[in-house]
């Protein structure tokens, strides 16, 4: 017996990890349905990526102006943050969760300031479990892409909105989707100036994604007034949009001062002699998504061949009693993630989703299926990395050692190629390198998301670890 | 050149004054807002990386949302803290090098 953990028997009581859209909307409804909830959020505060906004000691009096959607924020916030059967864990990093066949599964929690040393280790035990931990920005290699003012979007989106800081003064975005165009206004706003916006699909394609049938995309409107109001931002600031191009290499010693960008044929290999230098003080990237599933895993809930948490109508996992919802079944941006929430929390809580919201989310997982047609990542993105392109960024592993061990040993085995290259050994545990890898090892047999199966979702110090274990009784050894 | 904090005068959004905030990097003050996230106060104040990858490389913040660790600091004495994910407070001191520990004899 673990002792030293408070366990919380939260029987009768509906869990949800992650306090995003997806996670809020799932509270709201489990609440709405009589439900017991308890809530817990690694970071300061709920609003998960997109309504990521300052401390509230410095909230703005005009914080909408930098989010959609705000008032939908608001609303659930209050209704969560002020219910008496709610309980919402802020700094509360799940770091395991263990299964069980005919039991609930149980949650390891570590509750305190993010990789504290002295943080309140906490166990859960819920009827219920809803896995709501979203996704994070995939960045595919170039030469000099490890250099300080290389920026993903996302982080570029959450020093906006978060701190009020812009990543640089002269910034190109780059990369593929959608998501590069709240990013290009968010900097606007924070005073940057932005160079270029640089799309990867080509015309063709996007407007085979975005234009087909356009009558579904009528049930979406609320998508197309964003982009519209991103699209108008652009004009008005005259930041130029191009399309099939992108950024190959970025220069610089101690940081970034310049970067390559070329045309990309359909496949987006270089179009060779298009390349043109364009000086920036910060490069904003953003190539698309991957789910974070550590936890799902460590459930035990199966995963597509895109690497997705498999989910049935009710938003059901293949574990009983565990749901999932938001990026990590599929990315499709806010608005689904906030409908998945809504099915998975009323599901779990035993209600019944109303027929108009599952209409919602079918249209919205419609549009995440242009998303992914439109602008997912082709594979000639093989061919922009030199061979000393940092592959693996924390060990600093290229992509001429990965390919020529893969080559000399002939292995195509995830833990011998970890071992003998390093890629995916070092801090980050491969959150940034692993697809990467997996697709560089072509004719790989891993299936996609394999790289992400890690036992520990969320680093904990050893002495916490230890902490946890305290044996109830001090016999000494034998 | 490099990144900057928007002075809350020219802020669209009109962030609440929440008073200054002193840390110590390296020796060096850096000031910022109470509610800021260190790596928020290091890049406000102008600087893009704090740390060198194994062989020597430079590195700061890249995804700014606690997943690639390449913006790692010792936090008054603690080893291996995420700057974009700890909001700082007054008086911290912030180190960019791992602490040095003595081998045990
Ligand atoms: C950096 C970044 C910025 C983005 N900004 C925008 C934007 O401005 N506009 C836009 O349209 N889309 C944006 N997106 C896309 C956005 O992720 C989705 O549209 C939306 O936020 C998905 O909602 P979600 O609830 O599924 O996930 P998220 O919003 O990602 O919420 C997941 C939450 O789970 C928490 N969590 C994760 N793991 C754990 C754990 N182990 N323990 C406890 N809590 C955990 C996280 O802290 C997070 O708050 C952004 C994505 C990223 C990665
Ligand atoms: S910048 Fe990636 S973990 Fe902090």
Same mark, same amino acid.
């Given at each position: ?59 703005g009096?005009h914080e909408h102006r930098l989010h959609h959607g705000w ?82 979007a996302?982080?570029a989106q959450?020093?906006a909105k978060?701190?009020r800081?812009a990543v640089g003064q002269r910034v190109l975005v780059a990369?593929?989707g959608p998501f590069l165009l709240p990013v290009v206004s968010s900097l606007i706003r924070t005073g940057a100036t932005v160079v270029g916006v640089a799309e ?6 996007l ?15 609320s998508k197309a007034g964003e982009l519209g109001g991103y699209l108008k931002d652009l004009v008005r600031h005259r930041v130029p949009y191009w399309t099939?191009r ?32 364009v000086?920036v003080?910060a490069?904003c ?194 | 050149?490099?990144?900057q904090?928007l002075p809350?005068t020219q802020d669209p959004v009109a %962030? $609440? ?12 003050? !850096? /000031? ?5 996230? @260190? ?18 490389? %430079? $590195? ?12 790692? !600091? /010792? ?5 291996? @803290? ?24």
């Amino acid at each position: 017996m673990i002792s030293g953990v408070r366990v919380f028997e939260a029987a009768g009581g509906v869990l949800v990890v992650g306090g995003g859209p997806a996670g809020m909307a799932a509270a709201a409804a489990a609440l709405r349905h009589g439900a017991r909830v308890t809530l817990l959020e690694a970071g300061y505060d709920l609003g998960g990526q997109y309504w990521r906004h300052l401390a509230d000691e410095r909230r703005g009096a005009h914080e909408h102006r930098l989010h959609h959607g705000w008032s939908t924020f608001q609303r659930l916030h209050e209704e969560i943050t002020g219910h008496p059967r709610c309980d919402v864990v802020l700094g509360g990093s799940v770091w395991a969760i263990d299964r069980h066949d005919d039991a609930p599964p149980v949650v390891h929690v570590m509750v305190g300031a993010p990789d504290g040393t002295d943080r309140e280790p906490r166990s859960y035990t819920p009827d219920r479990l809803i896995l709501a931990t979203g996704g994070q920005e995939r960045t595919l290699p170039f030469p000099g892409w490890d250099l300080p003012g290389v920026f993903t979007a996302g982080a570029a989106q959450a020093l906006a909105k978060g701190e009020r800081v812009a990543v640089g003064q002269r910034v190109l975005v780059a990369g593929a989707g959608p998501f590069l165009l709240p990013v290009v206004s968010s900097l606007i706003r924070t005073g940057a100036t932005v160079v270029g916006v640089a799309e990867a699909s080509g015309r063709r394609r996007l407007a085979r994604g975005w234009l087909t049938r356009p009558w579904e995309l009528a049930s979406t409107s609320s998508k197309a007034g964003e982009l519209g109001g991103y699209l108008k931002d652009l004009v008005r600031h005259r930041v130029p949009y191009w399309t099939g191009r992108t950024v190959v290499a970025a220069h610089g010693t101690d940081r970034v001062h310049s970067v390559t960008l070329a045309d990309l044929h359909p496949d987006w290999t270089r179009v060779e002699g298009s390349e043109r230098v364009v000086e920036v003080d910060a490069v904003c990237v953003s190539h698309g998504f991957v789910p974070r599933t550590e936890l799902a895993v460590a459930a035990g809930c199966q995963l597509d061949e895109q690497g997705f948490v498999i989910t049935a109508a009710g938003q059901q996992t293949s574990v009983p009693n565990v749901y999932s919802a938001g990026e990590l079944t599929g990315i499709g941006g806010a608005d689904l993630a906030l409908a998945e929430g809504e099915v998975a929390g009323t599901t779990a809580a035993g209600g019944v989703p109303r027929p108009s919201l599952i209409g919602q989310r079918k249209n919205l997982q419609n549009f995440a299926i242009r998303l992914e047609s439109a602008h997912g990542i082709r594979p000639g993105w093989q061919t922009w990395p030199d061979p000393q392109t940092m592959l693996c960024r924390c060990e600093d592993v290229t992509v001429g050692e990965l390919r020529d061990i893969a080559a000399k040993t002939q292995s195509r085995g995830l833990r011998s190629l970890k071992l003998t290259t390093r890629a995916g050994l070092g801090v980050c545990q491969g959150r940034t390198c692993g697809r990467n890898v997996e697709d560089l090892l072509s004719e790989s047999l891993l299936p996609a998301g394999r790289t992400s199966y890690r036992p520990i979702a969320t680093p904990v110090r050893l002495g916490e670890l230890a902490a946890t274990i305290t044996p109830e009784r001090e016999d000494p050894l034998p | 050149m490099g990144p900057q904090r928007l002075p809350a005068t020219q802020d669209p959004v009109a %962030p $609440r004054d929440s008073g200054p905030l002193t840390i110590t990097v390296d020796g060096a003050e !850096v /000031t910022g807002q109470v509610g800021q996230t @260190v790596a928020g106060l290091l890049l406000g104040a102008g600087r893009v990386s704090w740390r060198t990858s194994r062989t020597g490389r %430079p $590195r700061g913040v890249f995804c700014g949302i606690g997943v690639c660790f390449d913006c790692l !600091v /010792t936090i008054n004495d603690i080893p291996d @803290v995420r700057a974009c994910q700890r909001r700082a407070t007054e008086g911290d001191v912030v180190s960019t090098e791992p602490p040095v520990r003595e081998a045990s004899a």
